[in-house]
């Protein structure tokens, strides 16, 4: 049995914000479903969590790639599974994902 070791980054969705807003070049990666990412998003490439293996094409490897969902539990899970399976080293966890977020900045 394989047990990685490798650390999930996290950025939390203040820290996000801001560089967002200062217009750092970052990916993000929405792994909920598609009726979710329709009620609310913060932009970015929906993939739900189900395809997010057979996407991982579409990951650039030369910037940050923040993964989110509704809690920041799918995204870890996919975060864990393409770093296990392709070795990426780029991919952050968005902490307490859109629900987070929605708390914070509830009209963004």
Same mark, same amino acid.
């Given at each position: ?7 999930? =980054?996290?950025?939390? +969705?203040?820290?996000? /914000? /801001? ?5 750092? &070049?970052? *990916? *993000?990666?929405? +792994?909920?479903?598609?009726? %979710? ?5 913060? $932009? $970015? #490439?929906? @993939?739900?969590? $189900? %395809? ?5 094409? *579409?990951? &650039?490897?030369? /910037?940050?790639? +923040?993964?989110?969902? =509704?809690?920041? @539990? ?7 599974? *393409?770093?296990? /399976?392709? $070795?990426?080293?780029?991919? @952050?966890? #968005?902490?307490?994902?859109? &629900? ?9």
């Amino acid at each position: 049995m394989n047990f990685n070791t490798i650390a999930i =980054a996290r950025i939390t +969705v203040t820290a996000l /914000k /801001k560089q967002l807003e200062q217009g750092d &070049d970052i *990916l *993000l990666v929405d +792994v909920r479903e598609p009726f %979710e990412h329709q009620h609310f998003n913060i $932009g $970015g #490439l929906l @993939i739900p969590f $189900g %395809e997010i293996m057979q996407h991982a094409a *579409l990951f &650039d490897t030369s /910037k940050s790639v +923040v993964c989110y969902c =509704a809690k920041g @539990i799918r995204s870890q899970i996919a975060i864990q599974r *393409l770093q296990d /399976k392709f $070795g990426f080293t780029n991919l @952050i966890n #968005l902490e307490g994902g859109m &629900d987070a977020w929605q708390r914070l900045y509830p009209f963004s």
